[in-house]
């Protein structure tokens, strides 16, 4: 019993050492170490790039000696350590399955810690800062996973001459792009860590949201978090949580309702004093066209006459619309009538835009039967829109075999009734004369 027992605390022992291993292990990440060099006379040549490697440990004390090992293509001084307390670097998509085509990307900055002179991250350096801290290596990382969907920006800390660094701030969004309908509520995801042992975490922190499209720019959104207090310049309904922000470092950007002009790219940007870490989030706001065909109901027409139908999409967004036209027949088979007339495109004051197309059918040069359902098809990143009318041919010169059988069938129940008038009516004058015979006898 002893024995029995014995064993299963070793069992027990060895599962949580298991757990603890593998949840503890951490991806190697390839990175590209990217340098600017300065060039001659002060002009600033192309950036060089060395392969590096990043060995990432939740434990300072923590690196194996598989890490000592540095592999025959890359530079033994470009192989760091990477201390990271919150784990934002040992995620799984950061390092993807061998053989996998897709690559997360990762690259090492050099970083030289500097104050800011913008109004609502000024105050974070108000006090003295030790120089004995900010004299050290510092460097900034980004990193992407392979499934394209996270982001991670840090900054880093090492003594001089070491390549032992310490994460000191990490900012990561969980949403490289966002799609939104017009009118409905948009979170843009961004989180930041600071390391609680850098002198730097207790001096307080800022938030700036920007955005960005096609070369300008605007402030959204900018927060002192030290001062707890809100820049001048703000976009109306774009807001934060403030009680997450301070509490679990959610600095996400809250958009209340999604408009046209919103589309572009957003960047979170995080400030501690003397050092910074951002990342960018795409957002396309992206909504469907609404279709009409005019005229509604669409007009009887005779085999020979030509009917003109247009069809309206509206209020959708982005731009590139691909409109076309359907016939189908009484038969149920349909067929492409082209795009018809398209005219240019043109914005609503919403910022949504319009286009039309015009059709001209022509039932002499058409074989249109008698008739059928005519369909607005409109091919948008929103999906695709249809719009259908039915369309009526009276009067066609050649009928079809269902009318031929028809009229035949009309045609021998009038027959029939005919000549059931005209027995009854002979039989009837035939009583009559018999009884005016017989009377005269």
Not at 358 to 376: F, I, Q, S, Y
Not at 391 to 418: H, K, Q, R, T, W
């Amino acid at each position: 019993m002893t024995d029995f027992s014995t064993i299963y605390k070793l069992s027990v022992v060895a599962i949580i050492y298991l757990i603890q291993a593998c949840s503890s292990s951490c991806p190697v990440l390839d990175c590209w170490y990217v340098q600017e060099k300065s060039g001659r006379g002060g002009l600033t040549a192309a950036t060089t790039q060395e392969k590096s490697l990043i060995y990432i440990s939740t434990d300072e004390h923590r690196h194996t000696a598989e890490s000592q090992r540095t592999p025959s293509d890359v530079n033994h001084d470009r192989v760091y350590f990477f201390n990271d307390p919150a784990g934002t670097l040992c995620l799984p998509s950061l390092n993807p399955p061998k053989g996998s085509v897709k690559k997360s990307q990762c690259e090492i900055n050099p970083f030289l810690p500097h104050p800011s002179d913008l109004r609502w991250v000024a105050p974070l350096t108000d006090s003295t800062m030790s120089p004995l801290y900010l004299q050290a290596d510092w460097f900034t990382t980004s990193h992407q996973d392979f499934k394209r969907q996270l982001t991670i920006s840090s900054i880093t800390r090492a003594p001089t001459a070491s390549k032992e660094h310490n994460v000191i701030l990490s900012v990561t969004s969980k949403t490289l792009s966002v799609q939104s309908r017009l009118g409905e509520p948009v979170l843009l995801d961004c989180g930041f860590w600071v390391d609680p042992s850098s002198p730097l975490s207790g001096s307080g922190f800022a938030v700036e949201w920007r955005y960005q499209f096609r070369g300008e720019g605007r402030l959204v959104l900018a927060y002192d978090g030290k001062s707890d207090r809100l820049a001048d310049t703000r976009e109306e309904g774009a807001m934060l949580d403030f009680e997450g922000l301070h509490e679990k470092g959610n600095a996400s950007l809250i958009l209340q309702e999604a408009k046209v002009r919103h589309s572009g790219m957003y960047i979170c940007t995080v400030y501690l004093p003397y050092v910074v870490a951002q990342v960018a989030v795409e957002l396309e706001i992206v909504e469907p066209p609404s279709l009409s065909i005019y005229p509604s109901p669409l007009p009887l027409v005779v085999p020979g006459q030509t009917v003109v139908i247009q069809c309206e999409a509206s209020g959708f967004a982005p731009l590139p619309l691909e409109l076309s036209w359907e016939f189908k027949g009484a038969d149920g088979k349909s067929r492409s009538l082209g795009s018809g007339s398209v005219t240019g495109h043109r914005q609503a004051w919403d910022g949504t835009y319009g286009q039309s197309t015009k059709l001209e059918l022509n039932t002499a040069n058409m074989d249109l039967g008698r008739g059928g359902e005519v369909t607005c098809v409109a091919e948008h990143l929103g999906g695709t829109q249809r719009a259908s009318s039915n369309l009526s041919v009276i009067g066609f010169s050649v009928p079809s075999i269902e009318d031929s059988m028809a009229m035949v069938g009309v045609a021998l129940v009038l027959y029939g009734l005919i000549k059931f008038v005209s027995w009854t009516f002979i039989s009837s004058g035939s009583g009559e004369a018999d009884k005016q015979e017989k009377k005269d006898k």
